[in-house]
């Protein structure tokens, strides 16, 4: 057989493969450098997020937990690694937490919140990102989450609510205005005294609502709050079926947000308006009654002088002993 060198077409070929092969081995373990720096800075990226990230296998276990969420919890990520994630959920939002895992394994992405308990037993609250992972056929293998504790801005919704709750149940009205008179809060008590529903009240002004009496003195009462922070005042008010009520107002300036606002707590004073006025006619009786007496005790004092009078003339001991600070005599 003919003996093949160097320049043959057979050796050429060899070597073109060899160094196909050199090649596609340099690029493998570029590609292999590739996705170890692209995990190295994703796990990087994952352990230092603001956020939690939380990975479950196709039976809710955990295999994956950075160390955000962990510290969420209360736990080491080791600590968490196997658990299943319905551990971590209080018992009362379980058949949402199972709810929500049947749309992981439908394919179905969601955001939603969720409480969670912490090891010491104390529970948070943390918005979640749900994502489903799928594989290449289709089928569910895996979901991933992100978690943002959102505890502080919970408990701090749960002030405010209970705050309006215990400011609906006060006794008085109480508003905040503007200085242009547009309501940026009333409570309950005060729909109660003007007669409407909480939509009619805050779309009026304050103008619409104080009688033209008192309407006229808006400008000047906002005057004196600005100038001395507070003041104390009686307005009518008109309510929804035109008849009018009065209040007795204390209104301090204050800040909403960063806006100039006066807060008023106004009292119904309808019931002491009508006490003074029977007072004040219980006032007028007595003081007619007062003049009717003294009238009577002056004629009947001038009755007993003219018989005193008479009983010198005719000689005999007057009847009545005159007064000592010449008032009304008295009987002898």
């Not at 990975?55 to 962990?70: I, K, M, P, S």
């Not at 005193?308 to 009304?328: K, M, S």
Request: aromatic content about 6%; charged content about 30%.
């Amino acid at each position: 057989m003919p003996r093949e060198d160097d320049g043959t077409p057979a050796l050429r070929d060899l070597g073109l493969r060899i160094a196909l092969l050199e090649a596609a081995l340099r690029d493998k373990e570029d590609i292999e450098e590739r996705l170890r720096t692209s995990e190295e800075r994703f796990r990087s990226i994952v352990e230092t997020t603001l956020v939690g990230v939380w990975v479950l296998d196709c039976e809710g276990r955990t295999t994956f937990v950075n160390q955000r969420a962990a510290e969420m919890l209360g736990y080491e990520p080791a600590e968490m690694l196997g658990q299943p994630a319905m551990q971590f959920i209080l018992g009362e939002d379980l058949p949402a937490h199972r709810a929500a895992i049947a749309c992981r394994h439908d394919g179905q992405r969601e955001t939603y919140e969720r409480r969670f308990r912490r090891k010491d037993g104390r529970a948070i609250w943390a918005i979640v990102n749900g994502t489903p992972m799928m594989s290449q056929t289709g089928e569910f293998i895996a979901s991933f989450a992100t978690l943002t504790d959102i505890t502080e801005r919970k408990e701090a919704e749960g002030r405010l609510h209970a705050l309006v709750e215990l400011l609906d149940t006060a006794p008085n009205s109480i508003t905040v205005h503007d200085r242009e008179g547009r309501f940026l809060y009333a409570n309950r008590r005060t729909f109660e005294i003007h007669g409407c529903s909480e939509s009619e009240f805050m779309a009026k002004n304050l103008r619409d609502v104080d009688v033209p009496e008192s309407a006229a003195l808006i400008a000047e009462r906002m005057r004196l709050v600005a100038e001395q922070g507070e003041a104390r005042f009686e307005v009518w008010h008109f309510r929804s079926d035109g008849t009018q009520v009065p209040l007795e107002v204390v209104v301090r300036e204050t800040l909403w947000g960063d806006k100039p606002v006066h807060l008023s707590v106004a009292t119904d004073i309808t019931e002491r308006k009508r006490a003074e006025a029977a007072l004040s006619l219980q006032l007028d009786e007595l003081r007619r009654w007062h003049a009717a007496t003294l009238g009577r005790e002056k004629r009947i004092a001038e009755l007993k002088r003219e018989v005193n009078e008479l009983a010198e003339r005719l000689g005999v001991p007057p009847p009545y002993a005159a007064a000592a600070d010449g008032g009304p005599s008295e009987d002898t």
